[in-house]
């Protein structure tokens, strides 16, 4: 039996391009790995590739091959010809579902990583990241973990120096947003503002040099004024009430406050631990979200517990 910790993400910088004719979008993603995580734990089956949930919204966690736990199993053993793989996966979640944080390709790092424990196939770094590209753009990071800007769909890596620790605050809505749903709504309220969607129309977005600075200097008071999401506005559109979350946080004493990728998670930047759990009880308390965890970051990525 093996048991993977992985970490969530936060998006620091979400530059958003323009609509490719593959029908992505360039980024500029800064990603953050905070200490908010899910665990899969692997063990030995004789009945093929099978997962289990528990946790908050377990409910709403799909249980066939859809799910990016087992698509990983799965891709591992073809990668390395095991023709009829055997393993339970239970995933203890932690992450909220569907909330821009990236739960679900966390399972997917963890499950590759706990599969190749499990399995003693001892695959190299370098190859489980090539695999998690295949998996989905955020996966490879969840493996890698600590800070990196993502570019190309977010699956291409460059780790970032960072100094210190940052404290966060996450206020989990009820019920998800689709991804897909807010890339196209962000691409429709480009159109509608006249400036137009497409890759031809946007350009393609690079890091923030004040932001990168920010993190290399651990001070959080210039990261929270560089904190940036171009696909906040979609996701307000989508979900208004989100408005009054990040209106909370920022009242309640947050640095900084953003949607956290395509939401409907809301990210706030506290000044120290003490801070972020203030923010984080103001928030409970202002029956703007369901609930509010206080944690902190970076940390690495997947890795056996």
Known sequence: MITVRVP???NVQLGVGGLR??????LANVFFAVALGDEVTASDSSEGITLSCSGPDADAVPLDDSNLAARAARLLAAHHGLADPGVH????????????MAGGSADGAAALVACDALWKLETPFETLL???AELGSDVPFALLGGVALGRGRGEILEPLAVE??????????DGGLSTPAVFRECDRLRDEAGT???DTDVPTPDADPALLAALADGDAVALAAALTNDLQLAALSLRPALA???RAGTEAGALGALVSGSGPTCAFLAKDADGAAAVAAALRASGTCRTAHATYGPVPGAAVA
């Open 8 to 10: 969530a993400k936060v």
């Open 21 to 26: 004719a593959d029908g992505f979008h360039d």
């Open 89 to 100: 996966l239970h995933i203890a979640k932690a992450i909220p579902v569907a909330g821009g």
């Open 130 to 132: 090539e695999l998690a």
């Open 164 to 173: 210190g620790t940052f404290h966060w605050v996450f206020a989990v809505a």
């Open 196 to 198: 137009g969607s497409a």
């Open 244 to 246: 009054a979350t990040l």
